[in-house]
T-cell receptor
Framework: AQKVTQAQTEISVVEKEDVTLDCVYETRDTTYYLFWYKQPPSGELVFLIRRNSFDEQNEISGRYSWNFQKSTSSFNFTITASQVVDSAVYFCALSEFSSNSGYALNFGKGTSLLVTP | KAGVTQTPRYLIKTRGQQVTLSCSPISGHRSVSWYQQTPGQGLQFLFEYFSETQRNKGNFPGRFSGRQFSNSRSEMNVSTLELGDSALYLC???????????FGNGTRLTVT
């Protein structure tokens, strides 16, 4: 069963628009971690943020902001005033402890964001 | 600090052959993980090594194996290659179990 759902497969926006990437997760654990990664065409996954299950505070970092809501099991990511350099595939991931895989990341399918000038 | 380095960047192999991929983690990171990325299955966890021991393993057949050396560098081996093994193989390192993973650029393997 898919533990992390990113319902938006592709999003296309014009530069300077705001865009929100949705992430819904599923877990029975009370202790878990959520992550967002960015994958530009070069292939490297770039770490953006980690949030633990006990910290529901929203976070803002420059043009990026994250909204974590345990009540809806969502961890959404907003880019304000998007730029062409934001074009990439964005992955949401869940880390919960498992006897087999430890704290391995369970990734969503990703959302491909295209920002056009 | 240098990031995670993976070599080679690209590989083309034939069905039935075997392949070895290499990964050098960020200095000071003792945990190295491997992930497979394909268009159909997305990103899937292969295994994690810590202090030269395989600590965790994903749901992959025994043809996929790895090891870690005393300097934390890691290698991943795939034997008897199948067409379905064509993928981007990503290596990642972290300081400890719950720290964020930092990924390399990956090795793109094509099996013909």
């Amino acid at each position: 069963a898919q533990k992390v759902t990113q319902a938006q497969t592709e999003i296309s926006v014009v530069e300077k628009e705001d865009v929100t990437l949705d992430c819904v997760y599923e877990t029975r654990d009370t202790t878990y971690y959520l992550f967002w990664y960015k994958q530009p065409p070069s292939g490297e996954l770039v770490f953006l943020i980690r949030r633990n299950s006990f910290d529901e505070q929203n976070e803002i970092s420059g043009r990026y902001s994250w909204n974590f809501q345990k009540s809806t099991s969502s961890f959404n990511f907003t880019i304000t005033a998007s730029q062409v350099v934001d074009s990439a595939v964005y992955f949401c991931a869940l880390s919960e402890f498992s006897s087999n895989s430890g704290y391995a990341l369970n990734f969503g399918k990703g959302t491909s964001l295209l920002v056009t000038p | 600090k240098a990031g995670v380095t993976q070599t080679p960047r690209y590989l083309i192999k034939t069905r039935g052959q075997q392949v070895t991929l290499s990964c050098s983690p960020i200095s000071g990171h003792r945990s190295v993980s491997w992930y497979q990325q394909t268009p159909g299955q997305g990103l899937q966890f292969l295994f994690e090594y810590f202090s030269e021991t395989q600590r965790n393993k994903g749901n992959f057949p025994g043809r996929f194996s790895g090891r870690q050396f005393s300097n934390s560098r890691s290698e991943m081996n795939v034997s008897t290659l199948e067409l379905g093994d064509s993928a981007l193989y990503l290596c990642a390192s972290r300081y400890e179990g719950r720290s964020p993973l930092h990924f390399g650029n990956g090795t793109r393997l094509t099996v013909t």
